[in-house]
């Protein structure tokens, strides 16, 4: 019997998205015919006898919905045909017994809607036939090693077939270009895994508030995170939860552990739930013992300040910096209130962004792209340009932000002891993080059923 989650798979979104690369492959290759084979992820040993959990490639899940190991997808496009075939592993019910389902091909065909599926381990020897007098072949190129190698020899085995006639391709392709392409653009089916993630993930973040208490460790608080995500039906996290009280804030990809909740402190947590393979990606500052200090609070509402410019800036139409370049200006304006910039030094905050003196307290962007990888793919930029202040540097051309689109914005200050710094502001790490949905008149937010502002993060905490 099949499981429950593949008794109600829709192989709709996944045929028009193959449907889509075939577009794309043939505005590539107009005059021939093009193929290309995309590999779904290895399955990694985490020990002796025991391996990680696999989750499957974005890229070949994208296209597929297939999420066993050991697969493969082959599309052979001309210009007036193309063929969605499927490697995956063969049914085994002795193996099924211990590992679980296998779809295997003949099932395959009908449940995926492909057009062929062959056991993978009939790959080898079909992919030079597959290949075969191709214009163009389009793979993952340089990504992972035994592919590459795999490939080659598929290649090498077709050009040894020139004197009876077989061309080999001539013409090698980064499919993943193509697809990184498709994949900015979210459609209705990604929209909604992605709102859900995001509940699930703001969910797991009001719990940790709820339930945070003085003295507990930073690992104690990620497992209360970790019930609610798998309580509330995520697969996994969607990503390492950063889980960081006090100084260890100030660490940008710290990890939760054994330091302890301290009364005064505050705790920042960048944690996400994964759901139908699709990442949330909240990041809230608290106070440990529910209760901002004069000093937190105004640090705090500066950056949620800066976060509130980006969001009201993210729209259709906008350059993927401009969000950023408010936050910059909202978050420099505010340390030279709070003094932790000196005016006498820096001088005026447009002064103060030109020499960059705010990167000392947030040295990232505002946010990246958000989909089936928590740093999903796309370029951020379409071009070059020539850079005013120096001819012999160049500046990027971000790209326009279009509906559809899913990003985080995530503007925060991280302040380490210094002599120049007010000693209150020492060790202060505060970061705001929501996952938006561009829309033509503006963004979703995603992930606000857990508060950011600091008199509701209070209240939430006093009735946890």
Known sequence: MKPLHLQTFNPEPFVARRDALIRAMRARSATGASIAIIPTALELARNRDAHYDFRPDSYFYYLTGFAEPEAFLVLSVTPDAAR????????????????????????????????????????????????????????????????????????????????????????????????????????????????????????????????????????????????????????????????????????????????????????????????????????????????????????????????????????????????????????TQGLLDLGILDRNTVGSVDEAIAQKAYQSYFMHRTGHWLGLDVHDCGAYSVGQQANPSDASKTLPIFRHLEAGMALTIEPGLYIRPSANVPEKFWNLGIRIEDDALVTDSGCELMTRDVPVDADEIESLMRRG
């Open 84 to 331: 969605s075939i499927l490697f995956c592993r063969e049914k085994n019910l002795e193996r099924e017994i211990w590992d679980g389902y296998r779809l295997g091909p003949e099932a395959a065909v009908e449940h995926l809607c492909m057009d062929e599926a062959h056991p993978v381990s009939e790959l080898d020897a079909q992919l030079p036939k597959l290949i075969a007098n191709a214009q163009s072949i389009f793979a993952p190129l340089a990504h992972n090693s035994a592919f590459d190698a795999r490939l080659s020899h598929a290649l090498n085995a077709t050009r040894a077939l020139t004197r009876s006639g077989v061309n080999a391709p001539s013409v090698q392709n980064d499919v993943y270009v193509l697809l990184d392409e498709m994949r900015l653009r979210k459609d209705a089916v990604e929209q909604n895994w992605l709102r859900e993630a995001g509940k699930i993930s703001a969910a797991g973040h009001i719990r940790a508030m709820q339930t945070c208490q003085v003295g507990w460790r930073e690992l104690d608080l990620e497992a209360e995170i970790r019930h609610e995500f798998m309580r509330r039906g995520a697969q996994e996290v969607a990503y390492n939860s950063i889980v960081a009280a006090g100084a260890n804030a100030c660490v940008l990809h710290y990890r939760a552990g054994l330091s302890e909740l301290k009364d005064g402190d505050l705790c920042l947590i960048d944690a996400g739930a994964e759901y139908g393979y699709y990442a949330g990606d909240i990041t809230r500052t608290f106070p440990v013992n529910g209760r901002f200090s004069q000093a937190q609070r105004a640090l705090y509402d500066v950056v949620l300040s800066a976060q509130a410019e980006a969001i009201s800036l993210t729209r259709a139409g906008v350059a993927f910096d401009v969000p950023h370049n408010a936050v910059v200006r909202v978050l």
